[in-house]
């Protein structure tokens, strides 16, 4: 079994994640552009699942296309369901006024949950953020059956997924689309993977190095077009054709600069910490919905208490997806290994 493991890769998933949070308990113009970590979290799982599709050709010959759908249905569909499950039966105990209409639970089920938000907007339930899964998972059933076809010019099908995103936002924005029917939908949405898997291709290649003055250049301007992008940029209108491109870079920028970083986890405590949280970042993103309505951070006025209950929040859902991660998710990442031939985490 070949090995990559980048631990930089796990911090900059926890600062998607953190990105995510505060866009959901803070007010707008507090955490500007936080809402685009998914993208973040886009431009990651696109660079990574590239990588080991890349280096799994390599060392085997030729891609397992079934190994690969045994992997991901293994580490992403028992924490989907169970929460989902949850949410249609048990979240009405913490958060009263939760509501995920059949049609919804019907979509979420067959992955395709972001196309409901496109059809008939967000539901209000713990379950809306599972939207961006369901896009992930629609990459991953797509992705390895394109890379075995077409390797060999991966970059050229790159530059056409960027071509599609952009055609598919201004035919929508033509259109007087209105969110989320942009920022759910898949095909406007493929920048970010696109610009992941050129940079998988690009590593691939050649190892990425950095200078440190090019490498904070590049982590400051990245932070930076977020921000704007969240303050002055839009997700619909003509503003639209600027912001998620302008995000799409600023991503790209931080990945080069975090690949850059040589970021060993027994360098400190804070290294350790940010680099578990990004372990389980993904029951991070599952969980967290749930306990920023059950602890009312959404209502709640006064700035102080509002952090209070926001920060209430967010040690509830480390703690659970811990929690998750350990005793619940742990059985099926191991029996995951059976099918893996480049090992992505520690042992």
């Given amino acids: 079994m070949a090995r990559y493991y980048r631990p930089e890769l796990d911090v900059l998933r ?11 308990t803070v007010p707008v113009s507090t955490a ?6 998914v993208d973040l979290f886009f431009t990651l799982s696109s660079f990574l699942i590239t990588t080991l599709l890349l280096r799994e050709s ?26 989902l499950l949850a949410a249609t039966t048990l979240a009405r105990s913490l958060v009263p006024d939760e509501n995920l ?19 008939w907007g967000y539901p209000h339930s713990v379950a809306s953020p599972l939207w961006s899964v369901s896009i992930e998972e629609q990459f991953y059933l797509c992705w390895p059956l394109i890379m075995r076809r077409w390797a060999h010019r991966l970059t050229m099908v790159a530059v056409g ?55 904070v250049a590049l982590l400051l301007g990245g932070c930076g077009v977020l921000t704007a992008a969240g303050r002055f940029g839009d997700v619909v209108g003509i503003k639209a054709l600027v912001t998620f491109p302008a995000v799409t870079a600023a991503c790209a920028a931080l990945l080069v600069a975090t690949l850059s970083l040589q970021m060993a986890p027994g360098r400190g405590p804070v290294v350790r910490a ?56 742990r059985p099926f990442l191991r029996l995951k290994e059976s099918f893996t031939h480049v090992r992505s985490r520690p042992a």
């Fill in 32 to 37: 500007a552009g936080g809402a685009f970590g």
């Fill in 58 to 83: 390599s060392v085997c010959g030729a891609l397992d296309v079934t190994a690969f759908y045994l992997r991901r249905v293994l580490r992403i569909l028992p924490l989907y369901f169970g929460f």
């Fill in 14 to 24: 926890c600062f998607a994640f953190l990105m995510v949070f505060a866009s959901h």
């Fill in 161 to 215: 997924l960027l071509l599609v995103s952009f055609v598919t936002r201004l035919w929508l924005v033509l259109h007087g689309a209105i969110h989320p029917q942009i920022w759910c939908n898949t095909l406007a949405r493929l920048d970010p993977i696109a610009c992941g898997a050129l940079l998988a291709v690009r590593q691939d290649k050649r190892e990425i190095s950095l200078s440190p003055g090019i490498r």
């Fill in 274 to 329: 940010l680099v578990y949280l990004g372990r389980i970042s993904y029951g991070l993103y599952v969980f967290h919905s749930l306990f920023i309505l059950a602890f009312g951070v959404p209502s709640t006025h006064a700035p102080l208490a509002r952090l209070m209950r926001a920060m209430a929040a967010l040690l509830v859902t480390i703690v659970v997806a811990a929690s998750s991660y350990h005793w619940f998710e």
């Fill in 101 to 119: 209409p059949l049609k919804y639970v019907v979509a979420f089920a067959l992955l395709c949950g972001n196309w409901a938000c496109v059809l």
